[in-house]
């Protein structure tokens, strides 16, 4: 086996086990239906522009006795251009990755879920389950930073990894010729690059997760013992 060979084993073979550790999980819900979403707008559109385009030629057909030759081809061109409504894309699922930096704290994981969502189909197979995964992590982290300080340390963490480092990784992996991605360059399949850096990117969103869990249920431990206490205290005086 040479060394080329070698690599694309072993690329082969990470791919394989980051795909099945996150197999038999679906996209989160909130992905669902932004996709389900955006395409009924996008359909709806494309159906309106179609409706408009038949009666307005109707209504002139009536007013000045038919369209003729001329206007057939006209009307024709409409239809077609109708269609264009289908993949011009929503206001919801427009999302630069340059404007997610600018994003406020709490919109940020739906603004970077819908993102994400949109770069699916330049990813191999084998990144779906991951995206699914990361999917369903934003959705939990959600409701956290409705309550956290964008001036905590923490915040700041967050902000980077979701605006800098997933839209570097994504776009840098996008950067490469689609012939040249599954070919070994310097000992590394940029495949099973972006499959590793997508895997360590929803750990670490899942540890952030599970350390801001953690505040919460300091406070609220912290809380009880209050309550305790005052009830301690309420109690001896009652007596």
């Known amino acids: 086996m040479s060394e080329v060979d070698d690599v694309i084993l072993k690329a082969n073979e990470l791919i394989e086990r980051t795909s099945a550790r996150y197999s038999g999980g679906g996209a989160?819900?909130?992905?669902?239906?932004?996709?389900?979403?955006?395409?009924?707008?996008?359909?709806?559109?494309?159906?309106?522009?179609?409706?408009?385009?038949?009666?307005g030629a109707s209504v002139a057909g009536a007013l000045i006795g038919g369209i003729g030759t001329t206007g057939v081809l006209i009307v024709l061109a409409l239809l077609v251009?109708?269609?264009?409504?289908?993949?011009?894309?929503?206001?919801?699922?427009?999302?630069?990755?340059?404007?997610?930096?600018?994003?406020?704290?709490?919109?940020?994981?739906?603004?970077?879920?819908?993102?994400?969502?949109?770069?699916?189909?330049?990813?191999?197979?084998?990144?779906?389950?991951?995206?699914?995964?990361?999917?369903?992590?934003?959705?939990?982290?959600?409701p956290q930073l409705v309550k956290l300080d964008p001036r905590e340390p923490a915040a700041?963490?967050?902000?980077?990894?979701?605006?800098?480092?997933?839209?570097?990784?994504?776009?840098?992996?996008?950067s490469i010729p689609a012939a040249l991605r599954s070919q070994p360059r310097n000992g590394r399949v940029p495949d099973a690059q972006l499959v590793d850096g997508l895997s360590v990117i929803e750990q670490e969103i899942a540890t952030m997760t599970e350390q801001l869990a953690s505040g919460d249920l300091d406070n609220l431990a912290a809380q009880n013992r209050f309550l305790e206490m005052k009830y301690i205290e309420a109690k001896e005086i009652g007596d």
């Open 81 to 142: 251009a109708c269609l264009g409504f289908a993949f011009l894309p929503t206001q919801e699922t427009a999302v630069e990755p340059a404007k997610l930096a600018e994003t406020d704290l709490k919109a940020l994981p739906l603004k970077t879920e819908i993102w994400l969502e949109n770069q699916r189909k330049t990813m191999p197979r084998a990144a779906a389950p991951i995206v699914d995964a990361i999917s369903g992590r934003l959705e939990t982290l959600a």
């Open 156 to 174: 700041a963490e967050i902000r980077r990894l979701l605006s800098d480092h997933l839209p570097q990784l994504v776009t840098g992996y996008q």
């Open 28 to 55: 989160g819900a909130r992905g669902r239906a932004i996709r389900s979403k955006d395409m009924i707008t996008r359909l709806m559109r494309m159906v309106i522009a179609v409706a408009a385009v038949i009666i």
